[in-house]
């Protein structure tokens, strides 16, 4: 069964510092690739994803990730954090089959930045 | 644009009622899923729908969870009769496209279910 990993289960960073999170999922075969989050309160959002192409992607907010295939990774990236940042992010896999699409999250990342 | 939305946001009940939570997708959204979310996880497939039909369902557990989608737009998820293992938050989500295509999916605020 496909599985997706977040090793990062709570970070505390200081604002302007840089981020990194990370993302592994099992599934060999074609995969779209999301980071979602979900600042408090407030409902999922889309970050950023992949479908193909370039694997650095860009998101919202100064966020990106890159797909290394090799590695079955899409960690999440962005060089210095604010206060606003503080929120939980979950990297979700999607793949397609005769069932529909099949987007498997994974555990999420409680991001907490402090001033 | 207006997002899915979802009512109630909450909910408690005793083990062993009925409960029904509504999702309303994104206008012209042809697919429409739902999720659970326990405490501490990330969201689960339960079902997913295009229009009015189902397309998985193999994740719901079908001895106490239904679904339906009857008109293609609006969807109601009930539990009857509710565990104390079903506390969770239900997402629902919709995507543009055929299921059968990759597609990004846009969620509700979820109902916070909890089951005493």
């Known amino acids: 069964a496909q599985s997706v990993s977040q090793h990062n289960h709570h970070v505390i960073l200081s604002e302007a510092a840089s981020l990194e999170l990370g993302c592994n999922y099992s599934?060999?075969?074609?995969?779209?690739l999301f980071w979602y989050v979900q600042y408090p309160g407030q409902h999922l959002q889309l970050l950023l994803k992949?479908?193909?192409?370039?694997?650095l992607v860009k998101g919202i907010k100064g966020f990106e990730a890159e797909f290394i295939k090799s590695k079955f990774s899409f960690n999440l990236r962005k060089p210095s954090v604010q206060w606003s940042d503080t929120a939980e992010y979950f990297c979700?896999?999607?793949?397609?089959?005769?069932?529909?699409?099949?987007?498997?999250f994974g555990t999420g990342t409680q991001l907490k930045v402090e001033l | 644009e207006a997002g899915v939305a979802q009512s109630p946001r909450y909910k408690i009940i005793e083990k062993r009622q009925s409960v029904a939570f509504w999702c309303n997708p994104i206008?012209?959204?042809?697919?429409l899923y739902w999720y659970q979310q326990i405490l501490g996880q990330g969201p689960k497939l339960l079902i997913q729908?295009?229009?009015?039909?189902?397309?998985?369902d193999s994740q719901l557990p079908k001895d106490r969870f239904s679904a339906e989608r009857l008109k293609g737009v609006d969807s109601t998820l009930k539990i009857q009769p509710a565990k104390l293992e079903d506390s969770a938050v239900y997402l629902c989500?919709?995507?543009?496209?055929?299921?059968?295509?990759?597609?990004?999916?846009?969620f509700g605020p979820g109902t916070r279910l909890t089951v005493l």
């Open positions: 989500a919709s995507s543009l496209g055929d299921f059968r295509q990759a597609d990004t999916q846009y």
């Open positions: 599934y060999g075969g074609t995969v779209n």
């Open positions: 992949y479908f193909s192409g370039d694997p």
């Open positions: 979700a896999v999607n793949r397609v089959t005769g069932g529909g699409n099949k987007l498997t």
């Open positions: 206008s012209g959204h042809a697919t």
């Open positions: 729908f295009q229009n009015n039909g189902v397309v998985d």
